[in-house]
T-cell receptor
């Protein structure tokens, strides 16, 4: 079975500082990894994904994530946080040849303080 | 929003009522999903339809009944729900079908369901 962990329920960072939201996964075979963001009263919005190739993936709104196979991690990063980045962030995993059965992490609430 | 609409946005129902949630996608996708989002719990995948055929059913109680009449529309029929079914129900769609699982999903805004 595949699983995703987001070890931090809440991350606080000051505006302008770099941010990291952590994600680790467990899956047999090649993982497909995703990050989504959810703003209040909205559905999830896709940020970026790792399928294959470069371990550093760049996505929307200046976010990037680094795939680390040995540590089974896919942490989300941004060099300079904005107050508007405050939201709920979800990591998700699937694996090759496994259909559409995505597994989402529990979410991490990011608060960017002015 | 992202081209996926859901109605109603809010629904309050008694345990003996029958209601339906509707989802429509305008993105030309061929896979659609129902998720349940409860407070303090991970997002739960309920049903997956690929090319209008149900391909996943993750041990969801029979009081939830999905319907996918075509690739643009998805319904979730509700009957004799329990208070613990109160949650945000999210619909999503994506390209791809079958075993291809690397396409991102586009989510609707959700229906906030309260069961009294």
């Amino acid at each position: 079975a595949q699983s995703v962990a987001q070890p931090e329920d809440q991350v606080n960072v000051a505006e302008g500082n770099p941010l990291t939201v952590k994600c680790t996964y467990s899956v047999s075979g090649n993982p497909y990894l995703f990050w989504y963001v959810q703003y209040p009263n909205r559905g999830l919005q896709f940020l970026l994904k790792y399928i294959t190739g470069d371990n550093l993936v760049k996505g929307s709104y200046g976010f990037e994530a680094e795939f680390n196979k040995s540590q089974t991690s896919f942490h989300l990063k941004k060099p300079s946080a904005l107050v508007s980045d405050s939201a709920l962030y979800f990591c998700a995993v699937n694996r090759d040849n496994y259909g559409q059965n995505f597994v989402f992490g529990p979410g991490t609430r990011l608060s960017v303080l002015p | 929003e992202t081209g996926v609409t859901q109605t109603p946005r809010h629904l309050v129902m008694g345990m003996t009522n029958k209601k339906s949630l509707k989802c429509e996608q305008h993105l030309g996708h061929n896979a659609m999903y129902w998720y349940k989002q409860s407070a303090k719990k991970p997002l739960e995948l309920m049903f997956v339809y690929s090319l209008e055929e149900r391909v996943e059913n993750n041990s969801v109680p029979s009081r939830f009944s999905p319907e996918c009449p075509n690739s643009s529309h998805l319904f979730l029929h509700l009957h004799t729900l329990q208070p613990e079914d109160s949650a945000l129900y999210l619909c999503a769609s994506s390209h791809g079908s079958g075993i291809r699982s690397y396409n991102e999903q586009f989510f609707g805004p959700g229906t906030r369901l309260t069961v009294l």
